[in-house]
């Protein structure tokens, strides 16, 4: 299959929003792009007017059947511009090859990280055990050297009403597991048992704070300013997510932080069942791309966290992540829509619910995986 896209806006190299023209995709990858080509191609595509953008990357999000709670993830991703996605530790040592088969039929790059309890969140709404005696080292090896390409590190839930009287004993062992695998923590930080620095300080270089923007007794600022031990957690190499679902995002949080410049490295979903296509909060990472620009975020900043740097974080930045011949041809095309829209840190039915005003929103138009027209929207 070859296709030419003629007259889009494109992200060149390095996430400049800077340069209209046209892509050559042919053999599932991009052969060439230059301002005005010429060339035969069984598929033209006609952009004018719209944005061409890498593959979107969806850095956290819970798929099924990894929980039955879980997206239909070919469905949501590729209609929203996602051409790989995360699961973000659904499944644990115990159950992740009871239902990793359906990997081999997805045309979705998938990667995952491993839940550190042992069932993950199979058991929901019984609550992960995170007793570190309980964890089966053995075992999380064991898949990590089987499934490398699939694997790519630890997730643990933080949370006091999870980890109890255990405090952050559960954090210490699950870094020190992942750092004999050679692997980042993903850790999910609303409401933690403690000081927010008690968590930052455990982090390594390339572990993952996500719901950064939550809301509960302990957030990253400090005073209304960003705490001294997140800054320090930044510098040694510390990555931070936005991935918002339907509770783990403030707009207070946020915008404080936003203020002292305090930027999401990675911008992601966190979707389930529960949260995909719900507004006003969510509902799907072209919401959250609008989302974090209509709070002033610049475009080419917002879509680095969601391409480029998780590509590099999920090791395949050498192919994804950037539009650049010879890269695999994975094309998200949107178009900026002007209209009234709500956002949300909470669902509607919430009392405490915040809602902010936008006056756009970006809607897919296509969708190329490796290539190949995944995703087409019936008026393009």
Do not use: W
């Not at 923007?213 to 997140?230: A, E, G, H, R």
């Not at 998200?332 to 006056?359: H, M, Q, R, S, W």
Request: aromatic share 10%; with cysteine; charged share 25%.
């Amino acid at each position: 299959m070859s296709i030419l896209i003629k007259n889009g806006f494109m992200l060149s190299e390095g996430n400049k929003l800077n340069y209209q023209g046209d892509i050559f995709i042919e053999n599932e990858k991009i052969t060439n792009i230059a301002p005005n080509l010429n060339v035969e191609a069984e598929q033209i595509i006609d952009a004018s007017g719209c944005i061409v953008l890498p593959g979107l990357i969806d850095h956290h999000a819970h798929l099924y059947p990894f929980i039955k709670k879980g997206i239909p993830a070919e469905g949501v991703c590729f209609s929203s511009g996602v051409t790989t996605t995360v699961d973000a530790g659904s499944t644990g040592c115990e159950t992740y090859e009871k239902v990793r088969n359906f990997l081999d039929y997805s045309r979705l790059r998938i990667k995952s990280y491993l839940n550190i309890s042992s069932l993950g969140l199979s058991g929901l709404p019984k609550l992960e055990n995170l007793d570190p005696k309980f964890f089966n080292k053995e075992k999380i090896k064991e898949l990590f050297q089987k499934y490398r390409s699939e694997l790519i590190g630890l997730k643990i839930r933080m949370s006091k009403n999870i980890v109890n009287e255990l405090g952050f004993k559960p954090l210490e062992e699950t870094v020190k597991i992942a750092e004999e695998l050679s692997v980042p923590v993903m850790v999910h930080s609303t409401d933690p048992p403690g000081p927010i620095e008690n968590l930052a300080n455990l982090l390594k270089k390339n572990d993952i704070l996500t719901h950064m923007y939550q809301k509960s007794p302990f957030t990253i600022l400090n005073d209304d300013k960003i705490d001294t031990s997140i800054i320090k957690a930044r510098e040694k190499g510390v990555l931070f997510e936005a991935s918002d679902a339907r509770l783990h995002f403030s707009f207070e949080v946020c915008e404080k932080a936003l203020k002292e410049n305090f930027l999401p490295d990675i911008i992601a979903t966190d979707l389930t069942a529960f949260s995909m296509y719900q507004r006003p909060t969510s509902f799907s990472l072209l919401m959250q791309i609008s989302k974090y620009e209509n709070l002033r975020i610049p475009f080419e900043k917002v879509i680095k966290a969601c391409t480029e740097t998780p590509a590099k974080l999920l090791g395949i930045s050498d192919s994804v992540g950037v539009i650049k011949v010879g890269y695999l041809a994975d094309i998200a095309i949107i178009k900026k829509e002007f209209t009234d829209v709500e956002f949300g840190d909470k669902p509607y039915k919430y009392e405490d619910k915040n809602l902010k005003k936008g006056n756009f929103v970006y809607n897919s138009m296509m969708t190329i995986k490796n290539g190949e027209i995944v995703y087409r929207n019936i008026l393009f």
